[in-house]
T-cell receptor, first 110, second 115 residues
Framework: KNEVEQSPQNLTAQEGEFITINCSYS?????LHWLQQHPGGGIVSLFMLSSGKKKHGRLIATINIQEKHSSLHITASHPRDSAVYICAVPLSYNTDKLIFGTGTRLQVFP | DSGVTQTPKHLITATGQRVTLRCSPR?????VYWYQQSLDQGLQFLIQYYNGEERAKGNILERFSAQQFPDLHSELNLSSLELGDSALYFC??????????????FGPGTRLLVL
């Protein structure tokens, strides 16, 4: 059974700073998801990763399958990036059930 | 806009009551997932349907049930409500071809408050 840990729990940054959020899990997986939850509550899927690295605009997600670790990076952070970032992994290999980290609350100040 | 719709947006009800939450997936998506997000437990997987059939079950209470209809919309029924059922309930949909290896698109959520 998988467990997910995210760090840090809270993060504050000045506009323009480079941000890194980490996610570690305990059991081998086929894919990892990064989600963004806006202050209003809505959830947006940012990335689904099974290996390597993906980039979308100022967001970059990496995964190291051997080390069971993923990072989400935000370059040139902006106040509109303020949100909770959540990683999710399958409960175990070969299941569609996702389990979620507790989230990282990011606040970017101008 | 993810293309997933959920109704109602807000629901206030009393303990002991029963409510139904509705979800319409993105056009063409066959899989529907239901999640509960409470303040003390974070996001939790409840149940998944694929093309009308239950595919996976999580920590869903016996007081809760769900179904997916032939037009692929899904309903989550919560009965004998307790204060602790107050939460945000999300549904998400995906094509259903690659299981967990595909992006899930989340609806806006239903905020349930049980008084």
């Amino acid at each position: 059974k998988n467990e997910v840990e995210q760090s840090p729990q809270n993060l504050t940054a000045q506009e323009g700073e480079f941000i890194t959020i980490n996610c570690s899990y305990s059991v081998g997986i086929s894919a990892l998801h990064w989600l963004q939850q806006h202050p209003g509550g809505g959830i947006v899927s940012l990335f689904m990763l099974s290996s390597g690295k993906k980039k979308h605009g100022r967001l970059i997600a990496t995964i190291n399958i051997q080390e069971k670790h993923s990072s989400l990076h935000i370059t040139a952070s902006h106040p509109r990036d303020s949100a909770v970032y959540i990683c999710a992994v399958p409960l175990s290999y070969n299941t569609d059930k996702l389990i979620f980290g507790t989230g990282t609350r990011l606040q970017v100040f101008p | 806009d993810s293309g997933v719709t959920q109704t109602p947006k807000h629901l206030i009800t009393a303990t002991g009551q029963r409510v139904t939450l509705r979800c319409s997936p993105r056009s063409g998506d066959l899989s529907v997932y239901w999640y509960q997000q409470s303040l003390d437990q974070g996001l939790q997987f409840l149940i998944q349907y694929y093309n009308g059939e239950e595919r996976a079950k999580g920590n869903i209470l016996e007081r809760f049930s769900a179904q997916q209809f032939p037009d692929l919309h899904s309903e989550l029924n919560l009965s004998s409500l307790e204060l602790g059922d107050s939460a945000l309930y999300f549904c998400a949909s995906s094509p259903g071809v690659a299981g967990v290896e595909e992006t899930q698109y989340f609806g806006p959520g239903t905020r349930l408050l049980v008084l």
